[in-house]
C-alpha cells in the first residue's frame, strides 16, 4: 500500500504494509529519530508526535490509518541549532539526561501548553501523566515550563 503523509511540512508517498506503526516509518524510512521506540504499547510517551494536531504515541498508529495526515515531529518543532522556548527551559533546568523521555515530553507539552498558556503545576504534572521518565524525576520538568516568560513562543512553529 502506498500511504502519502506530510511530515514536518514535507509531503511524501511510503510503499508500506499498512499495518506499520508510524513509528517505524518515522525513524526506519525518514530518519526522523526524535520519537524513541521503548515500550511499543503506548505507555511511556516516548513515541509521541501530533497527529494532525493531536498529541499521540506513535508506536499504536498504523500507517494505513494515516493516508494524508500530517505529523510533527520534535525535529519539526525547531532545528537543533535553535531550540524552541520549552526545549531551551528543559535544557537551561537540566531536565534531559537519558534523553529517551525528552521528545515526547516536549511533544505532550507544546500541546498541552496550546490549551493552558498559563498552567499550575498540578496541572503541568497531570499533562505528563502518559510520559515516563526515569532519570530526572519530574519536579525538574515542571520547573521549566513554569519558567517561561511566554507561553504562546512555544506553541508557534
Known amino acids: 500500500m502506498t500511504v502519502e503523509l506530510t511530515i514536518n511540512g514535507e509531503t511524501n508517498a511510503f510503499a508500506v504494509d499498512p499495518r506499520t506503526p508510524l513509528l517505524d516509518v518515522l525513524r526506519d524510512h525518514c ?16 513515541c509521541i508526535v ?24 520534535i525535529e519539526g518543532l525547531a532545528p537543533f541549532e535553535a531550540p524552541n522556548p520549552l526545549q531551551q527551559a528543559m535544557l537551561d533546568h537540566d531536565v534531559v539526561q537519558c534523553g529517551m523521555c525528552f521528545p515526547g515530553m516536549v511533544m505532550t507539552l507544546t500541546k498541552f501548553l496550546e490549551t493552558r498558556p498559563a498552567p499550575t503545576r498540578n496541572e503541568i504534572k497531570a499533562a505528563l501523566v502518559g510520559n515516563v521518565c526515569r532519570c530526572t524525576g519530574y519536579e525538574r520538568i515542571v520547573d521549566a515550563v513554569m519558567s517561561l516568560d511566554d507561553i504562546r513562543k512555544v506553541c508557534a512553529p
Open 50 to 73: 501530533i497527529i494532525n494536531g493531536e498529541a499521540a504515541p506513535s508506536c499504536l498508529r498504523p500507517v494505513g490509518m494515516l493516508d494524508g495526515s500530517e505529523i510533527v515531529t
Open 31 to 46: 530518519r526522523l529519530t526524535g520519537a524513541k521506540s521503548v515500550c511499543r504499547e503506548g505507555f511511556c510517551g516516548a
